[in-house]
């Protein structure tokens, strides 16, 4: 790569875009298409690691398989004169980290977008392991698209990230990544809960100091209920996002969509545009997606009516039960802490119905 | 969340609204469980929780208070914490 080009003179390098402890992304201009791309060009101190070249060309590829309006299009990858570089669809405006604290109303058309564009990449067989607001590009005109599919993969299986570049985003990271656990979709889906989080109430889920602290906070820690610090957002948005930041995977929104449908119905924004957009499942989609509309408001009138009942029957019908065929669950369940005051037990008790809801 | 709603009112100074809703929450509890819906691992911990956070929330009357010439701090506080 020379300082004007790469690939050949096929990428004309306009001016810098961002720079990161892993790559240098550039707007430049696609010689043989005419038309701007981005691209990203692994940093020096990566690129002379032939491992990680490797994973960051492999997952690049995968990640270009994606197509979707919510995904930053992958258009191609390569490598020159040792650098690896990946071109990307030029995204203009800004990401979510610039734009601070926002309004229920602001956050939630943007969060379903991300939902759409990850239930996407799931169906596709790709987690994308480190959704944070950096990484949700933002449109003038609104339209959300997740960058970077593909690259904390290969970051992740080079065991870069373990004490580096991963503390800068570890606010987002969900329990059994900070745990090194295996990952799943239901990352992506606790790490978006916890975006949402701080943009609703300008602070992440957990204040942290380390990656050992956030785990034993992930652990034994509490969030703070969404109201507390910013009771202008609705009960029921509070009750979507909390249920995403959910500590155990199996106890968070079953899918992106799932994710996207409680957010939905909890803001009562019009679901139809929304949902068409994250109607991305395949075929075996859950039951209440071929609800028509007014079905699924009555289930959702239903489910208010009933306030806590339903509230319980829906967070806590986890196996076991005399009802369910689900195998019993081999977990140890302790009791809420009983807490210093009835104020604290009452949160504690809400914790623990978090922490073991699904 | 009916215990967030409990704790707020507690946080609020409200020890009477909260210790309603918390009766609330104990009824909703009961019936959630009778109706079989709660996993018998959970039933235990759950009603017990729920039954200790009613009985801890005292809600002081404001005749009681009236009566006795507290015009002031008719609902006694609680605290706050974790």
Redesign the interface.
Known sequence: MTETSLAAGRYRVERTLGQGGMAVVYLAHDEELHRLVAVKVLAEHLAGDANFRARFLQESKLASRLSHPNVVQVYDAGETEGSPFIVMEYVGGDTLAQRGKLTHAEVLPLALQACAGLQHAHNAGLVHRDVKPANLLVREDDVLKIADFGIARAAELTRLTQHGTVLGTAAYLSPEQAAGEEVSGATDIYSLGAVVYELLTGQPPYEFESLADLGAQQTDG?IT?L??VEPSVPKSV??AV?HALARDPRFRPASASDFAYELASASELPTKPSLATASTEPPHARTYRSLSGSRAWLWIVGAAAV???A???GL?????????ARK??PLP??????????????????A???A?SK | MRSDEVARALTAGDPCGAGSLAQQLQRETIAAINAGRIPAAFQEQLGSTVADLVSRIQCVPVEKEHDRGKHKNKHKKDGEGD
């Open positions: 509490v209920p109201r507390d509070e009750a909390m306030a806590l009942v509230v319980i029957l806590l019908s986890i196996g076991g039960g005399s009802n369910s019993p669950q369940i302790r009791s809420p802490a009983r807490g210093a005051t009835p104020a604290a037990e009452a949160r504690n008790l809400s623990w119905l978090r073991h």
